[in-house]
């Protein structure tokens, strides 16, 4: 989200900031499926109620949830590769990892770094 969320501002700015604020706004947020905002009223509340441990478990839990919806992983039926941005780097990255190699990745490896040393034969393994 791009702009900050006044709501939890507001909360914060008065003189004596109402925890069952942020938390209402929290159920509202993680409700609505807005993780990084759930996250942000979460923060908000725990900071009122710093010895809180379940609420800063539950914080945590907003967080990781906050985590997967950006990476696209909780996107039902889609599996980890869907949600991979370069898929053709990183299938290449694992392919360099094999211990076990075929014929022809070990040619394409070999073009590569001729392709590599072409373009820049005076840096060394770049």
């Keep these: ?21 942020f938390i209402k706004l929290k159920d509202i947020y993680k409700a609505l499926g807005q993780w990084e905002l759930a996250v942000a009223a979460s923060q908000s509340a725990l900071a009122l ?40 780097g990183q299938t290449k990255l694992l392919q360099q990892d094999m211990d076990v190699r075929d014929v022809d990745m070990l040619t394409r490896q070999l073009l590569d770094a001729e392709a590599e040393w072409k373009a820049q034969p005076m840096k060394p393994g770049s």
Excluded: C, E, H, W
């Design 1 to 21: 989200m791009d702009r900050p969320d006044p709501a939890p501002r507001a909360n914060t700015d008065t003189p004596k900031p109402d925890i069952n604020k």
């Design 49 to 88: 109620r710093p010895g809180d441990m379940d609420f800063g478990d539950r914080g945590k839990a907003l967080g990781a949830q906050s985590t997967m919806s950006r990476g696209n992983y909780d996107k039902k039926g889609g599996t980890f590769q869907d949600s991979v941005k370069d898929l053709a």
